[in-house]
């Protein structure tokens, strides 16, 4: 069902077509169950979030106006509760100390839309930052993390010693992160 169809339907549920929102469910259950699932640390959790976002969606649907975003609409609301019950689940696993739980949990929340947009933001300023430092810092920079070669490594090369080479990329680091707390500039 594309999105103007959606929109049929929902138009008809404002106008209070009871019926009609089964159809709605019908047609974006499938879709919002695999959003869910990518973020969700179990199948209950997708269940429970989802007839959540399904209550919330037919008692909020007359807020909806119809321009073709509807799903967008109701995955918005999906992760709005996923994310207030990964938090929940995050207290309750911290007063209960399970660590694996504690993990689980602690990774659905970095994988979240959100989480990764940060995620991608603070790499992008890292790439601006590192653009912005001397060419051999850069250099430095590249060979230690992108290279991976070891600090003895880049010592040798550099015809340095290890402290050296270690206290300078120290340095660049506090540069590097001076320059992440400033917003990306220096």
Not at 14 to 40: K, M, P, T, W
Not at 94 to 120: G, H, N
């Amino acid at each position: 069902m594309n999105e103007q169809e959606l929109d049929q339907l929902v138009v008809r549920v404002q106008r209070g077509d009871r019926e009609a929102f089964g159809d709605v469910v019908y047609a974006i259950r499938r879709e919002l169950r695999i959003f869910l699932s990518a973020h969700a640390v179990s199948i209950d959790m997708v269940e429970e979030v989802l007839q959540a976002t399904l209550v919330e969606c037919y008692e909020h649907i007359g807020r909806y106006e119809p321009r073709g975003t509807f799903l967008a609409w109701v995955k918005g609301i999906a992760r709005n509760l996923l994310l207030k019950e990964l938090h929940a689940r995050s207290r309750y696993v911290a007063v209960e100390d399970d660590a694996l739980e504690r993990m689980v949990v602690e990774s659905a929340l970095r994988s979240t839309p959100e989480a990764e947009d940060r995620q991608q933001e603070q790499v992008e300023r890292l790439r601006e930052c590192i653009e912005k430092l001397p060419e051999g810092s850069r250099q430095l920079i590249k060979q230690r993390y992108f290279d991976r070669l070891s600090v003895k490594e880049l010592a040798r090369a550099l015809h340095r010693t290890e402290n050296w080479t270690a206290v300078t990329l120290f340095r660049i680091r506090e540069i590097l992160r001076a320059c992440m707390a400033a917003g990306g500039a220096v």
